[in-house]
């Protein structure tokens, strides 16, 4: 009988760490967050989370797509603006806020991790709405810029997301994609 080498890994250890992850960020900024405060709010040793995660960005990328959920994008009998709609929603969260402001801020010095964070959410959403609703990719990667780019944007500004300012972020980019 062959044994793998080490321990093996105990369960729920990765949603743990992506909950204290969406946690503390939210709590005091991506910033103030670091991976042996999440290694400690999940229970869990550092080793463990550093073993797992390259970096803090590489963590709260997993909790951002974690948090956000699958995105719907329904065929042509489902509507164009329940899909905007839900990322603009989503992105008025103020958890799922505080994960793309400090990403997104990290990812102008870190090439890697911005090329992470499009490929692993932005491009397959887009493409599914492009191949759903047959759109020009580079309408759909501006309908994107303009819901993530006014949400975040103004809650930088205004300290928050509005649901009517989610409603006309919304209206702006189903009118730009139809």
């Known amino acids: 009988m062959a044994h793998s080498p080490g321990r093996p890994r105990r369960g729920g250890v990765e949603e743990a760490v992506l909950a204290a992850t969406v946690a503390l960020v939210h709590a005091q900024g991506y910033a103030g967050t670091t991976?042996?405060?999440?290694?400690?709010?999940?229970?869990?040793?550092?080793?463990?989370?550093?073993?797992?995660?390259a970096s803090k960005g590489d963590l709260a990328l997993d909790a951002l797509v974690s948090t956000m959920g699958d995105?719907?994008?329904?065929?042509?009998?489902?509507t164009l603006r329940d899909a905007v709609g839900w990322l603009a929603g989503r992105i008025g969260d103020p958890r799922v806020h505080a994960l793309l402001v400090g990403l997104v801020d990290e990812a102008v010095r870190d090439p890697a991790l911005r090329a992470r964070l499009r490929a692993s959410y932005r491009s397959p959403f887009e493409a599914a709405l492009a191949q759903a609703w047959q759109l020009p990719p580079a309408r759909v990667d501006l309908a994107f810029d303009i819901v993530v780019g006014a949400l975040l944007h103004h809650a930088a500004m205004a300290g928050s997301v509005s649901p009517e300012l989610v409603d006309g972020v919304t209206d702006v980019a189903v009118g730009l994609l139809s």
């Open 35 to 53: 991976l042996d405060a999440i290694a400690r709010a999940a229970g869990v040793a550092k080793t463990t989370v550093y073993r797992r995660w």
């Open 71 to 78: 995105p719907p994008v329904p065929g042509r009998d489902g």
